[in-house]
């Protein structure tokens, strides 16, 4: 498992644990923090949440600015900047690799196309897709974007938030309707996320796409938000699928943590 962020911010404070450069593990930590704050933030909040000084918290911030890493707003705020979105499109196409070998595993077990979705920003993208033998073409596919709410990995990616980050987020995105079966209630999908809490597993009943069916299961542990999945027509992916299916996600979630935790192919990260 990754380490929390409690223990990476005592570690970045102490400068022990690691044996790292103390300076790069709070840079890391901070960067890490904007994220988590929504990628704009002040120093006092910055100072507040780590623990460490405005004056160290400065020097650094200004290291990443120069960096193009972070960027500094007209209100003296700072904010994520555009150098990070190459190295997460890199990072994203990474981890879709690395899951290649377990989704074809879950192919290969369930019959049908299995998926591999993060949270990126306020939507879904998919990031691995490994096709089931059965020709068909569904809305899953390498790169595709969709809103969370209607699909079976954007539920188990919200999921893993509370209520009041979901609700925002709906509230952002809106809750249109893909087809007639699509949840557009807030309350109602905050249900369908506890729903997900008690099973362990979410649904896409014909919500994104009709005739289409999905199964998804979070990723315990990833480096950021990310969930998989099996999709197939509803006529073959049958509720009485279900109880066979999901154990099967649920064991190749497992591997893929235990994978992100180790590096690719279990080597050491």
């Not at 690691?18 to 890490?32: I, N, Y």
């Not at 020097?59 to 555009?82: E, H, I, K, N």
């Not at 979070?218 to 049958?238: E, F, Q």
Request: hydrophobic share 40%; charged share 25%; with cysteine.
């Amino acid at each position: 498992m990754p380490p929390s962020r409690e223990s990476t911010s005592a570690q970045a404070r102490s400068g022990s644990g690691t044996g790292g450069v103390q300076s790069l593990e709070r840079a890391f930590d901070l960067l890490e923090r904007m994220a988590d704050a929504g990628g704009e933030v002040g120093l006092s909040r910055l100072s507040a949440d780590s623990g460490l000084p405005l004056p160290t918290i400065h020097r650094l911030m200004r290291t990443l600015v120069s960096c193009g890493y972070v960027r500094q707003l007209p209100d003296r705020r700072y904010a994520l900047g555009p150098r990070l979105i190459r190295l997460g499109e890199t990072s994203a196409r990474l981890l879709g690799t690395w899951a290649r070998p377990h989704l074809a595993r879950l192919v290969e077990e369930t019959g049908e196309t299995a998926n591999m979705a993060l949270l990126d920003g306020d939507e879904v993208v998919y990031v691995a897709q490994v096709p089931s033998r059965h020709a068909m073409r569904m809305f899953t596919e390498v790169g595709r974007r969709v809103l969370p709410h209607s699909t079976g990995v954007g539920k188990a990616l919200l999921a893993q938030f509370r209520a009041d980050e979901v609700r925002a987020l709906l509230a952002r995105t809106g809750m249109p309707a893909a087809t007639e079966r699509t949840i557009t209630s807030p309350d109602a999908f905050l249900d369908a996320l506890e729903q997900v809490r008690e099973t362990g597993y979410a649904i896409d009943d014909n919500e994104q796409e009709i005739g289409v069916r999905c199964l998804a299961v979070g990723v315990p542990g990833a480096p950021t938000a990310a969930a998989i999945s099996v999709s197939g027509p509803a006529g073959r992916l049958t509720e009485a699928q279900t109880d066979r299916l999901v154990p099967m996600l649920k064991e190749v979630a497992a591997e893929l943590s235990a994978a992100f935790d180790d590096g690719p192919a279990g080597q050491p990260g």
